[in-house]
């Protein structure tokens, strides 16, 4: 069978689940209108427009790169919650194809968001998403999904070791970030051993590369690239703690557990 | 070539629990195998283990000549697998999951065996709503509609109504002519008499005895398999 019929079965899978799920419908429009209502009142103490955009650009940035996160390391919650994770264990696929079909259906989840977090920042603020380089905007945020998959792949293996119970990474991970990778604040204002941290993290350079676009109108491909290089790192480190995680699974009898 | 062969397989758990020890046996070409003892006798661990979903620590296996600990998505492609506690999604309905089944194996879902294990009018139905007995006949059809070479069943009619378990044997014994060999668990001693070629006794991890139902029967002068596994059993204490 072709990875892209794969692809497809677990995309339907989800999207029947989903849309099935009336809670997990809800917060697809609940989350975006939130962060942005509240953005809109916080706004009223601005008193740059500087500030504004920052704080606008982190909110669709953050919300687009956490629903990636967050479906690629339903990868096997789902199947945990519901017991059964035996069964998606016995699909003849490799764990890749398990991986990015859940990563490519969060792609559909994130643009779902940006459209209505872009749509309520246009109205609210007048702050117009796509007035830059459409490309330079791409990248960012392509590159900001696969750092979200990096981070569903690491969440996937806590959960393969610790079950349920690592579920809370899957939140808390994202609410680390906000702070470490510069999400609502130029990384020059951290202390300098947090700059050190933040600049070791992908996300930071795709932040600071949509900031420099909206406030100076410069395009710094070379942060890009920096940019694609540390997510490529971290996603090849964390898929080699997954496979290792899977043959240790295997050892404990972790997918037994689980009919 | 066997369909299964299984030598000097070893199994222990954190906390030093032993689930197999020392298992070795064949399964041949058309044979269904059983393998049968009390709960916690070995005998879902030693599926497990064929099923590529657990690594043994000592030992080796081959199914169709793969091996479940290196070959494991090529044998995850032959085989089938159907426990007596299957779940699924709740959210989606049976033939939503037949049809996501059939497509990551490649194939075309098998309506007609949904109709084979009377599920026809289920499939449309939200797996909330089924019951148990359900579950587990979707379980069956699923492990089966890609047409696997080797089918494993882990006590394929724990909890189905009478009625149902008489159908799901039935289409067992069928298996013969459509696979290379079938493995099946169980603690109900009658059930392995009527499908069974074969039978293993497993108990605390390990074979205690090997032979057709017959020859069991014969060797412990026993009326019913049950008795002869006690016996062995016992002797096997002794």
């Given at each position: 069978m072709s990875a892209l019929t794969v692809f497809k079965a677990l995309m339907l899978r989800n999207f029947v689940y989903l849309k099935r799920t009336g809670v997990e419908v809800f917060s697809i429009i609940f989350w975006p209108v939130i962060i942005m209502s509240s953005l809109a009142f916080f706004a009223t103490f601005i008193q740059s427009k500087e500030g504004l955009v920052i704080l606008v650009t982190g909110s669709i940035a953050w919300s687009y790169m956490f629903t990636s996160h967050v479906d690629t390391s339903y990868t096997f919650v789902r199947d945990i919650w519901h017991r059964s994770l035996k069964k998606l264990r016995m699909l003849p696929i490799p764990e890749w194809q398990l991986i990015i079909g859940n990563w490519l259906f969060g792609l559909f989840r994130s643009a779902a968001m940006i459209a209505i977090t872009s749509t309520i920042a246009f109205f609210v603020f007048g702050f117009n998403l796509f007035s830059i380089n459409l490309l330079y905007l791409f990248a960012v945020f392509f590159g900001l999904s696969l750092f979200g998959m990096g981070i569903g792949i690491i969440i996937s293996s806590a959960i393969l070791r610790y079950g349920v119970n690592a579920e809370v990474l899957i939140w808390s991970v994202a609410d680390a970030l906000i702070l470490l990778s510069g999400v609502f604040f130029p990384v020059s204002v951290l202390p300098?051993?947090?700059?050190?941290?933040?600049?070791?993290?992908?996300?930071?350079?795709?932040?600071e590369g949509l900031r420099g676009a909206f406030i100076h109108g410069a395009y710094d491909w070379v942060m890009i690239a920096k940019f694609y290089i540390a997510?490529?790192?971290?996603?090849?480190?964390?898929?080699?703690?997954?496979?290792?995680?899977?043959?240790?699974?295997?050892?404990?009898?972790?997918?037994?557990?689980?009919? | 070539m066997e369909p299964i062969v299984v030598n000097g397989l070893e199994k222990v758990f954190a906390g030093g629990v032993r689930a197999l020890s020392n298992v070795s046996f064949t399964v041949g070409k058309g044979e269904i195998f059983g393998l049968l003892g009390p709960n916690g006798a070995g005998k879902t661990t030693l599926v497990n283990i064929l099923s590529t979903l657990l690594l043994p620590e000592k030992g080796e296996a081959r199914v169709m000549g793969l091996d479940p600990a290196k070959d494991s998505l090529e044998l995850r492609k032959i085989i089938g697998l159907s426990g007596g506690y299957a779940r699924f999604l709740p959210k989606l309905t049976g033939r939503e999951h037949m049809k996501f089944y059939a497509d990551c194996y490649g194939v075309k879902p098998d309506f007609k065996l949904a109709k084979e294990f009377q599920m026809e009018n289920k499939l449309d139905t939200l797996i909330e709503d089924y019951s148990s007995g359900m579950l587990q006949r979707l379980g069956l059809i699923i492990a089966l509609q890609h047409r696997p070479e080797v089918v494993l069943l882990d006590e394929p009619t724990i909890g189905l109504d009478p009625q149902i378990a008489v159908v799901v044997r039935k289409y067992i014994k069928k298996l013969k002519s459509k696979c290379s060999a079938v493995?099946?668990?169980?603690?109900?001693?009658?059930?392995?008499?009527?499908?069974?070629?074969?039978?293993?006794?497993?108990?605390?991890?390990?074979?205690?005895?090997?032979?057709t139902p017959k020859k069991l029967l014969r060797k412990t002068k026993s009326k019913t398999l049950e008795k002869a596994f006690i016996k062995l059993a016992r002797e096997g204490l002794e």
């Open positions: 300098p051993v947090l700059q050190f941290v933040s600049y070791g993290l992908p996300p930071t350079y795709g932040l997510d490529l790192i971290y996603i090849g480190i964390f898929w080699i703690v997954l496979k290792a995680q899977m043959r240790h699974s295997l050892r404990t009898g972790f997918f037994q557990k689980y009919e | 493995l099946i668990t169980t603690h109900n001693m009658y059930e392995a008499e009527e499908i069974c070629d074969r039978v293993a006794f497993i108990d605390k991890g390990r074979i205690i005895a090997i032979d």
